[in-house]
């Protein structure tokens, strides 16, 4: 569904439940700079009503699942922490040239904020799976949901606004193949994308 062309190594989750207190804290951080992502699409791109829209709810969404995680570590007797620079993220944003039209701007980071979504999608399925702790297990199945529906709408956008559907398409699957690549360096770091 996701269409991933690397699957994460199940042996993330195990890494990741040995280190909860820093997963938790590098999702709370995911969920704050997803926000962050919305209201910046709703600044640049405001002449977009639909979008504007989604983006507003988004962002609401995204904070509410942000205080979700802080109140998870908070019942852990967790503290927040500081923010790690993600560097998944940063490379998927190197990934298409700086510049262009409006309307290729807008698609690039639309394809990005849907990748970083399915992504996500997937760690919290794994999570929800092998987490021995049910609680957090049913709380990232939860989530899973949310992240899957984020994917589809970020993806739907994409190809809404840009000018040639065919080219989106060719796009999408061209940042797939490198994400693939990114993938094979990654999943051996207690971080969500890491």
């Known amino acids: 569904m996701l269409g991933l062309k690397l699957p994460t190594d199940p042996?993330?989750?195990?890494?990741?439940?040995?280190n909860i207190e820093e997963?938790?804290?590098d999702h709370a951080y995911c969920e704050q700079?997803?926000?962050?992502?919305?209201?910046?699409?709703?600044?640049?791109f405001p002449e977009h009503p639909e979008l504007v829209?989604?983006?507003?709810?988004?962002?609401?969404?995204?904070?509410?699942h942000f205080k979700m995680v802080h109140d998870k570590l908070q019942q852990r007797g967790l503290k927040l922490g500081w923010e790690r620079k993600d560097e998944y993220v940063i490379k998927?944003?190197?990934?298409?040239?700086?510049?262009g039209s409006r309307s290729t701007q807008l698609v690039h980071r639309l394809l990005i904020?849907?990748?970083i979504e399915a992504r996500s999608c997937e760690r919290f399925r794994l999570l929800s799976e092998k987490l021995e702790d049910k609680e957090l297990a049913e709380f990232y199945r939860n989530l899973m949901v949310s992240e899957a529906n984020h994917y589809t709408m970020f993806l739907k956008f994409a190809r809404q606004?840009?000018?040639?559907?065919n080219e989106v398409d060719r796009k999408w699957q061209e940042l797939l193949e490198y994400e693939a690549q990114i993938?094979?360096?990654?999943?051996k770091d207690e971080t969500i994308h890491g």
Do not use: C, H, Q
């Not at 700079?33 to 640049?44: E, F, G, N, Q």
């Open 11 to 18: 042996r993330w989750a195990n890494i990741a439940e040995k």
């Open 53 to 64: 829209n989604e983006m507003t709810a988004l962002a609401r969404e995204e904070m509410g």
């Open 92 to 99: 998927l944003r190197s990934f298409f040239p700086k510049g």
């Open 23 to 25: 997963i938790l804290v």
């Open 161 to 165: 606004y840009g000018e040639d559907r």
């Open 113 to 115: 904020a849907g990748l």
């Open 183 to 187: 993938m094979k360096d990654l999943g």
């Open 33 to 44: 700079k997803a926000a962050s992502t919305a209201i910046s699409l709703i600044v640049t």
